[in-house]
């Protein structure tokens, strides 16, 4: 039977803070920026919530310079890299000689919002026209009801992936009593989407794009696909291991995650969030 204490909540709570500034900071840095800026587009500026690529709002001027395809890789690009890198933390995961409970956590949980918030997105974004990436990437393309229908379908097979890949990498083994191993899976999931949330949230109140509705949308978008997630995770029935090998579950305190957390927090909220680099021009821009 596993203890109560045998979850710590820092550094769980670390854990999520750590995953999704990675999450987020690639999407949008790597995957938007550094992709434009291999196309050669000017990458001046980036916040918590997107990027600013001169002139790249402009859509005759960007399809001159590097073509539609270039303006759409450089629009899917976030989701490319969080699929790219959630595949590598799957790898890792699959790697039994990597044993470090904590640190399995850590990739089991990257992984999974990694996938999971990129696949929602890539299943009804083509069919709902709400704007973000994928609607992007779909101006002007031909045959759009086929791309859209391959693009969903990818959607769908990857929100599989998400749940049932991660967990059956991680395999954690909880509790054998019903009531505290509802506790556990409620702390490793929605814990770390509280402070997520939190995290981000903060992030957006010294934004240069700041503006009640421009960072409440895009802050309530980035989070209604953990929250499925977490929804989904709680009925999971991927959560009944059943090799009796399994070495039950501990994440012990850690000097080392709660210091990981509270540089991702520093980084993501008061270096992130106010803006590196240039805004101006921006259409959101202040």
Not at 47 to 55: A, G, P, Y
Not at 140 to 158: H, R
Not at 232 to 256: C, G, N, P, R
């Amino acid at each position: 039977m596993l203890k109560r204490n045998s979850l710590d909540i820092l550094t769980i709570s670390s854990i999520g803070i750590v995953s999704w500034v990675l999450f987020a900071t690639l999407h949008e840095i790597i995957g938007h920026g550094v992709v434009a800026a291999i196309f050669g587009e000017e990458f001046k500026g980036a916040v918590s919530t997107t990027v600013h690529i001169v002139d790249f709002y402009k859509l005759d001027n960007v399809v001159e310079r590097i073509g539609w395809w270039g303006f759409r890789t450089v629009a899917a690009g976030g989701s490319i890299f969080n699929f790219i890198t959630a595949a590598i933390a799957l790898i890792l995961l699959a790697n039994s000689k990597i044993k470090n409970p904590s640190f399995r956590y850590f990739l089991w949980l990257f992984s999974s919002i990694s996938i999971f918030q990129q696949a929602l997105w890539l299943a009804i974004m083509p069919f709902a026209a709400i704007g973000g990436d994928w609607t992007a990437f779909f101006i002007e393309i031909n045959n759009p009801i086929l791309w859209k229908l391959f693009v969903s379908t990818i959607g769908l097979i990857l929100l599989w992936i998400g749940i049932y890949i991660p967990m059956k990498l991680w395999s954690p083994k909880l509790s054998s009593i019903s009531k505290l191993r509802d506790n556990q899976i409620m702390l490793l999931t929605g814990l770390p989407i509280l402070v997520a949330i939190i995290v981000q949230s903060l992030s957006v109140l010294w934004s240069p794009l700041s503006g009640p509705r421009y960072t409440s949308i895009v802050t309530i978008f980035s989070f209604i696909p953990v929250v499925i997630w977490f929804v989904i995770l709680l009925q999971a029935k991927t959560w009944d291991v059943k090799d009796s090998d399994t070495t039950e579950l501990k994440i012990d305190f850690s000097y080392k995650w709660l210091t990981f957390g509270v540089l991702a927090f520093i980084f993501f909220v008061f270096l992130l969030g106010p803006g590196i680099g240039s805004f101006e021009g921006h259409p959101n821009y202040l």
